[in-house]
DNA sequence: GTCTATAAATTGATAGAC
DNA sequence: GTCTATCAATTTATAGAC
């Protein structure tokens, strides 16, 4: 392994250490409610997901899900709302390296290694925006904004102190972001490569995409 | 516009213009119900839609909709399944011309170009999977293995005969997929890009990831 | 082939006892 | 805070007239 490989799984590591998914519910219910509407949300979808599997998944029956959250819909919001906080506080720690290559290749490892493990989360975040309600799903916009603007900053950043050659920022941003998000839909653990693996390989592809010296 | 570039428009113009998704379904009747099914599937997902949703958008009664097809699935599995073969289509095309850095030029301009302005059909074959039956997912899972073997036969070769220097050719076909695919999650018509002008920027970004000469 | 009417089941959510 | 029981609405699908 590379000295820039090392460091690159380095910094990730430390950033993907400092998020907590689960900081916003206290008790072993909550969690447990949360968990099993994760794991539905993720597999069968928002639209397929009754209150049923949920109560069934947490061990408590639908009435009592009720005491914990107002509707369906606002565990979905508060879930959603959650992992898109945790999404940009990842990329904003990545983001925060003084080198914008250095930057680019630990946002693209963090970034696409949370999409491989954290895959139940991932795909709720960034596939059930649909079902929100509009001020919820309104709220859930300003996040994602926020993130591409993230990104979008760093990559004008390389692009002008040269560590880049960028033919069209915000096209290379979606691209970038692409990469990582689409790993959501088709990565299963067992596969060919571990999120550390895939996350690494996919830093290199993106540091290629950008015009940094390998 | 460069020679490249503008070869690159017309060879992949023309794969686009033999595709029809239209070809399986003859009458009116059946065409309006595809097309809200296609419509409602892409807005609000497969369990989302109603039966009620699917009888306005064509301006039939529910009872009607089960002259044309048995089931709500049924008809998903028609759509998916075609979706899924005009996409192989595709990619077969752009696969067949003889120089593998021209390929995959026009592969990734057609594939993300067709994600951009089929967006709603796209969006139903690339997300909906999940609501099909296991016998009709086997289905849908050959054609996409199918697709997948194609674009890793096409960087294969170009590994093999100095066209590309790719580290992983398992990888960088799945993210070569993941920029197109991705697509249909985020683009919205009227944006920073028009399809074509998406589809050309991709290709160049797939070209320098698997280390193209510009 | 299309309609109205309706069946049979499930859904999200509430009432009230403990 | 959890339960059982239940409501009101909606869902997919069918029956039968035209």
């Given at each position: 392994m590379g000295r820039v490989t090392a460091d690159t799984t380095t910094a990730g590591e430390r950033i993907l250490a400092?998020?907590?998914?689960?900081?916003e519910w206290a008790t072993a219910t909550q969690r447990a409610i949360v968990g099993a509407a994760l794991e539905s949300f993720a597999e069968r979808g928002f639209h397929g997901t009754s209150l049923k599997h949920i109560a069934q998944g947490s061990g408590l029956s639908t009435a009592a899900l009720y005491v914990h959250f107002a509707s369906k819909e606002e565990l979905l919001f508060a879930l959603s709302r959650r992992g898109h906080a945790i999404a940009l506080d990842l990329v904003r720690a990545a983001a925060a390296d003084p080198d914008p290559a250095t930057a680019v290749r630990v946002l693209v490892y963090a970034f696409t290694r949370w999409h491989a493990e954290q895959r139940t989360t991932a795909r709720v975040v960034q596939?059930?925006?649909?079902?929100?309600?509009a001020a919820h799903a309104e709220v859930i916009a300003g996040l994602r904004r926020d993130t591409e603007r993230v990104v979008r900053g760093l990559l004008t950043r390389g692009a002008e102190d040269g560590a880049f050659t960028v033919p069209d920022v915000r096209g290379a941003s979606a691209a970038v972001l692409s990469l990582g998000i689409d790993v959501a839909r088709w990565f299963v653990p067992g596969g060919p490569w571990t999120p550390d693996a895939l996350g690494l390989l996919y830093a290199e592809l993106a540091g290629r995409m950008l015009g940094m010296p390998a």
């Open positions: 400092g998020l907590d998914l689960w900081a596939y059930e925006q649909g079902a929100l309600t």
